[in-house]
């Protein structure tokens, strides 16, 4: 089965920058979509950004032109370099497979915005 560990997490000021990073094992990145997702306190997880097979990707409004999704083949990683953040980004975020309905969540990484 598949395993996503994410880190980059941390507390930063409204407009500061973070990078998050998902270190993906048992399936080839390369060959599959994948997604970050978020769930911030007493709401239901959404999803952020997606990036396809061919590295295109899409976006959730409110992160568009803020939040950039790419990955590393090589390292089997896939990224989310977050910037202008705002406190309502606060959330924990979560890497996944596109689509698995059978994929396990990772632990994810906790970002806390404060304004």
């Known amino acids: 089965q598949a395993m996503f560990v994410e880190s980059g997490g941390g507390l930063v000021q409204a407009g500061g920058s973070l990078k998050l990073s998902c270190e993906v094992s048992?399936?080839?990145?390369?060959?599959?979509?994948m997604d970050w997702f978020r769930q911030a306190p007493w709401k239901a997880r959404e999803l952020v950004a997606r990036?396809?097979?061919?590295?295109?990707?899409t976006y959730r409004p409110s992160v568009e032109g803020r939040f950039t999704i790419s990955r590393d083949n090589a390292k089997n990683t896939i990224y989310l370099q977050m910037n202008n953040l705002e406190p309502e980004d606060t959330a924990v975020y979560y890497c996944?497979?596109?689509?698995?309905?059978?994929?396990?969540w990772g632990q994810g990484a906790q970002v806390t915005v404060s304004s």
């Open positions: 990036i396809f097979v061919d590295g295109s990707a």
């Open positions: 048992r399936i080839n990145t390369s060959v599959v979509g």
């Open positions: 996944i497979r596109s689509y698995c309905q059978s994929c396990a």
